[in-house]
């Protein structure tokens, strides 16, 4: 089973001044993403600031995003906790608003065990009928999802797919090898080409917020096999993305949609505004690249 193939947007979040989420604002992204030819819309996961809404918001802004695609490309939710029952209500949430899949994180913190990993993923997949994505990055919860790992909880009939952000290749060719019929998409957006190769099916994209047509035209040729205007596109792309993470994500992404006039960058605590330094290298990329800022 496969939720989409090419570029899914980990849709930003938002904001007004006082926090509270600025829904007219959320509307306008999911539209214009829409007529950029995104593929897919991925809501309240890491890029959306998921961390500091609430459970209810977390509904809400799903909730929104559903309506507002109306059926026209396919909507994952974030569903992850370090709380197995709290990822189950999360889960059991987007179910109800009517998502498409869900992107389940490992758990943080915590962590837990190998077993309890199995578990942990065994708990959510039972509680729902929807197709899971699995989200491996032992950058931010400190744990991997090991190969392994991966095609045990690929027997699970709902689990369909992996969300690779390791950086690790050899990893991900190792997944393909193991698992041939398993879904992966690349987290990373410098390593779209590569991961594709392998037989990857897209990206689930922090850069899309910025460029959607060109993830999606970047993936769109990958898949169709033309691995030259590919590479191009990612290549071209690569001084954008590397100012996209000069600092922790979502911060510096949130103000490069802001400087496109598209949101204005407001965050909730811990997360704040960006440096004087990384808004002007946002701005010079942005020019270069050739957007209107």
């Known amino acids: 089973m496969q939720i989409f193939e090419g570029s899914a947007v980990a849709i930003v979040t938002p904001m007004n001044q006082d926090g509270s989420v600025n829904f007219d604002q959320l509307n306008e992204l999911v539209a214009w993403h829409l007529t950029e030819g995104t593929d897919a819309i991925v809501a309240c996961g890491t890029?959306?600031?998921?961390?500091?809404?609430?459970?209810?918001?977390?509904?809400?802004?799903?909730?929104?995003?559903?309506?507002?695609?109306?059926?026209?490309?396919?909507?994952?939710?974030?569903?992850?906790?370090?709380?197995?029952?709290?990822?189950?209500?999360?889960?059991?949430?987007?179910?109800?608003?009517?998502?498409?899949?869900?992107?389940?994180?490992?758990?943080?913190?915590?962590?837990?065990?190998?077993?309890?990993?199995?578990?942990?993923?065994?708990?959510?997949?039972?509680?729902?009928?929807?197709?899971?994505?699995?989200?491996?990055?032992?950058?931010?919860?400190?744990?991997?999802?090991?190969?392994?790992?991966?095609?045990?909880?690929?027997?699970?009939?709902?689990?369909?797919?992996?969300?690779?952000?390791?950086?690790?290749?050899?990893?991900?060719?190792?997944?393909?090898?193991?698992?041939?019929?398993?879904?992966?998409?690349?987290?990373?957006?410098?390593?779209?080409?590569?991961?594709?190769?392998?037989?990857?099916?897209?990206?689930?994209?922090t850069a899309a917020n910025v460029v959607p047509k060109a993830m999606h035209d970047l993936t769109a040729a990958m898949l169709n096999g033309d691995w030259a205007t590919a590479r191009t596109l990612q290549l071209d792309l690569l001084p954008l993305i590397h100012a996209l993470f000069k600092e922790v994500n979502p911060i510096p992404v949130k103000e490069a949609v802001a400087l496109l006039g598209k949101l204005e960058a407001n965050y909730r605590l811990p997360l704040t505004q960006p440096t004087a330094e990384t808004i002007e290298e946002l701005h010079n990329e942005l020019l270069s690249y050739g957007l209107e800022v």
């Open 47 to 205: 890029t959306g600031e998921a961390a500091t809404l609430t459970t209810k918001e977390q509904g809400q802004v799903i909730e929104a995003v559903v309506k507002k695609v109306n059926g026209q490309v396919p909507v994952i939710a974030g569903a992850g906790s370090n709380n197995t029952a709290h990822a189950i209500e999360l889960a059991s949430q987007a179910e109800q608003a009517g998502v498409d899949g869900l992107l389940v994180v490992t758990p943080y913190y915590n962590k837990t065990s190998a077993a309890g990993l199995i578990l942990h993923y065994q708990a959510i997949a039972h509680a729902v009928k929807l197709p899971i994505i699995l989200y491996s990055v032992a950058s931010r919860t400190g744990m991997n999802i090991t190969p392994a790992q991966v095609k045990e909880l690929a027997q699970i009939e709902n689990i369909v797919g992996i969300k690779e952000a390791s950086g690790n290749l050899s990893q991900v060719a190792e997944i393909a090898a193991l698992v041939p019929d398993f879904v992966i998409y690349s987290g990373n957006d410098d390593q779209v080409v590569p991961v594709m190769a392998l037989g990857g099916k897209g990206v689930i994209s």
